[in-house]
């Protein structure tokens, strides 16, 4: 992976709304269809920052799976719709690439987590005192809302944790 293709930046936190899932592996296609159920239910979304851009927040809290809010990014006037949750987003430093279209998703996060075990300064950010299942135990997505759900082109965010000298 080029320097080149990835940056490592801080970015603020952020108040997002949408809806929760949370399954194993082998329920992912429920998963596809809570994302495209949220990508409808956005106009719901009166105070939406960009409803243009949609959010994937992956929590790797079981063995057998994984948490997923698919949610946008809101100010704080709006309430939260009927079936939905709220969900903070700390400031935090995150490594951002972009997975283009055409390319295998596999690939791109085995090149990030080569990078984040290669790297001296930064390892994956984790909630004290909570157990994870995955070498990246949280992966932000941002998806653009005219993606192909079946080859679709994102940006990938991890967030980080400076390692201590």
């Given at each position: ?46 105070y ?60 791109t ?19 004290a ?32 944790a400076?390692?201590?000298?």
């Open positions: 992976m080029e320097k080149s293709d990835y940056k490592v930046t801080d970015l603020p936190g952020y108040r997002a709304i949408g809806l929760k899932w949370e399954g194993g592996y082998s329920e992912v296609a429920a998963l596809k269809e809570m994302i495209k159920m949220m990508s409808t239910r956005v106009t719901e979304l009166e939406a920052v960009d409803p243009q851009q949609q959010l994937g927040l992956s929590f790797h809290l079981r063995p057998d799976g994984f948490v997923h809010y698919s949610v946008y990014e809101v100010s704080h006037e709006q309430e939260v719709p009927e079936g939905m949750v709220e969900i903070k987003v700390s400031p935090m430093t995150y490594f951002c690439i972009h997975h283009p279209k055409g390319e295998d998703i596999g690939h996060y085995s090149g990030i987590y080569q990078w984040v075990k290669e790297n001296g300064d930064y390892s994956p950010w984790v909630e005192g909570t157990k994870y299942y995955d070498d990246l135990p949280i992966k932000h997505e941002r998806y653009p809302h005219d993606r192909d759900l079946n080859d679709p082109h994102f940006d990938i965010l991890i967030p980080l400076k390692k201590r000298a």
